[in-house]
C-alpha cells in the first residue's frame, strides 16, 4: 500500500540484507516512524509493546525475529530459547505459534551454520505468502461486497462496519478484513466504512481510519458503543472484521468488542462475515470460549490515552481518578453461531467444522 504515494509493506530486510525494518504502530496516526530490529530481543518488544500488530504481521515479525536470533546463537539451545521468548510474546494470535512452528520444520536437520540463511529465507517467504493470501482474501471478499452492491440496485453506497484493523498494517500487505474494501473501491463500487474507535488501544480510530484515508476510501469513525445503533437504523450492509485465531469450528477470536458486533449484527439480520488467513486457524481447538487463550494487557491502557495536541504535540493523560481499578481485556470470542461466513483465501466458507475442512481438506 501506499504511504504519501510510496509503496510500503509492514516489515522488510533493511538495504544491508539482515536487520529486519518495521513502521512504528504505536506513532501513528500523527507521526509515520520505521524502527531497525537487530535482535532477538528487538523483536520481542516490538511484538510485546505492538509496534507491530494484527495476526499475520505478528508471525511475520516473529518469522525474522527467529532469524535475528539464528544470527547470533544457532545452536539447539539458541533456537529453543528464541522460539520460548517470542511465543511467549503475545498469547492469542496463532499466527505467532504457527511461524514459529515453521521455524522448526526449516532448521531440522540442518547444521548450525546453515540455519540463520535458511530461516531467513522461509521468513522472506512468508512474507510474501502473507500478501498473496491477503490478495486473494480481498477477491473472495469483493465479490461479497458485489453482491451487496447489486442486492441494493447498485444505488447508494455499500455500508461496512469493521472493528479494530484488520487491515494492511495488521499484515504483510492489504490485509484480512479490509483487503476487500480495498478491492472494492478499486473496482469502482461505491463502498463507506464505519470505523470503530476500538478502545483501549484505538485501533480501529489510529490505523483503520489512517489507512482508510491513504487510500481515499470514505469512512466514518464511530465510538464502539455506536455500532447496535448504525444495524438498528440501516446504516450497516455487512460488517467484517479479521479474527487472531479460529477454532476448527469457526468460531473467532478478535479484538475485544467483536462479539458484541456479532450480537447487534444477528439482531438485526445483517451479514458478519469474518476475514482470515489459513495460518489463523487454530486445528488444535474447537470450543474458542473454552479454548483460545485471552491476552489481559496492563490497565494503563484503559486509564490513559495518547493524543496530539492543538499545538502539534503528541502527549498521554490519564482518564480516571487515581486508584481506579481497571481490567483489560484484550480479545473475545464470537461463537460459529454467529458467523455468517469467514473469508479465507481458498474461497468463502460456512463457520463450522465442515465449512472449513471442504477449504482445508489438506489441514483438516
Ligand atoms: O491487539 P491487536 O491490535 O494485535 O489486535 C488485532 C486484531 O484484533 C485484528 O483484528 C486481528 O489480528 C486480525 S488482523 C488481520
Known amino acids: 500500500m501506499n504511504v504519501d504515494g510510496t509503496p510500503y509493506r509492514t516489515i522488510w530486510l533493511a538495504e544491508d540484507g539482515w536487520a529486519v525494518e518495521i513502521i512504528d504502530q504505536t506513532r501513528l496516526p500523527h507521526e509515520f516512524a520505521t524502527q531497525r530490529l537487530e ?16 495476526a499475520p504481521l505478528i508471525g511475520a515479525t516473529a518469522a525474522y525475529g527467529m532469524a535475528l536470533a539464528m544470527r547470533s546463537d544457532a545452536s539447539d539451545a539458541g533456537f ?13 494470535a496463532v499466527n505467532l505459534r504457527w511461524a514459529l512452528d515453521e521455524m522448526e520444520l526449516v532448521v531440522g536437520a540442518l547444521s548450525e551454520d546453515e540455519r540463520a540463511a535458511a530461516v531467513y529465507q522461509r521468513a522472506a517467504e512468508i512474507c510474501d505468502e502473507d ?28 455500508n461496512i462496519l469493521t472493528h479494530c484493523n484488520a487491515g494492511w498494517l495488521a499484515t504483510v500487505d492489504w490485509g484480512t478484513a479490509i483487503a476487500p474494501i480495498y478491492k472494492a473501491h478499486d473496482a469502482g463500487i461505491p463502498v463507506h466504512v464505519w470505523v470503530d474507535e476500538t ?16 487510500h481515499g476510501i470514505p469512512h466514518t469513525l464511530i465510538v464502539d458503543n455506536a455500532g447496535g445503533h448504525t ?16 477454532t476448527r469450528c469457526g468460531d473467532v477470536c478478535n479484538k475485544i468488542g467483536t462479539y458484541l458486533k456479532a450480537l447487534a449484527a444477528s439482531d438485526n439480520d445483517i451479514p458478519f462475515y469474518v476475514a482470515l488467513p489459513g495460518p489463523t486457524i487454530d486445528w488444535t481447538l474447537r470450543d474458542g470460549v473454552a479454548e483460545i487463550p485471552i491476552e489481559e494487557r496492563g490497565a494503563d491502557e484503559v486509564v490513559r490515552m495518547t493524543g496530539r495536541t492543538d499545538s502539534g504535540e503528541i502527549t498521554e493523560i490519564t482518564l480516571t481518578a487515581d486508584g481506579v481499578h481497571a481490567a483489560n481485556f484484550a480479545f473475545d470470542v464470537t461463537p460459529s453461531r454467529l458467523v455468517t461466513g469467514l473469508i479465507t483465501e481458498r474461497g468463502v466458507c460456512a463457520a463450522s467444522e465442515q465449512g472449513l475442512s471442504t477449504l482445508y481438506p489438506d489441514k483438516a
Request: glycine letters at 8%; one cysteine or more; a neutral charge.
Open 39 to 54: 535482535t532477538l530481543d528487538d523483536a520481542t518488544r516490538a511484538i510485546r509493546d505492538m509496534l507491530v500488530r494484527g
Open 231 to 246: 444495524m438498528q437504523h440501516g446504516m450497516v450492509d455487512m460488517c467484517i472484521t479479521g479474527t487472531d485465531r479460529t
Open 131 to 158: 500478501v498473496a493470501i491477503c490478495s486473494s482474501i480481498g477477491d473472495h471478499g469483493l465479490e461479497l461486497i458485489r453482491d451487496a452492491w447489486e442486492k441494493k440496485g447498485q444505488q447508494g453506497t455499500v
Open 199 to 214: 478502545r483501549p488501544r484505538n485501533q480501529g480510530a489510529n490505523l483503520t481510519a489512517w489507512e482508510l484515508l491513504q
Open 80 to 92: 529453543a530459547n528464541a522460539r520460548q521468548q517470542l511465543f511467549e510474546a503475545r498469547p492469542t
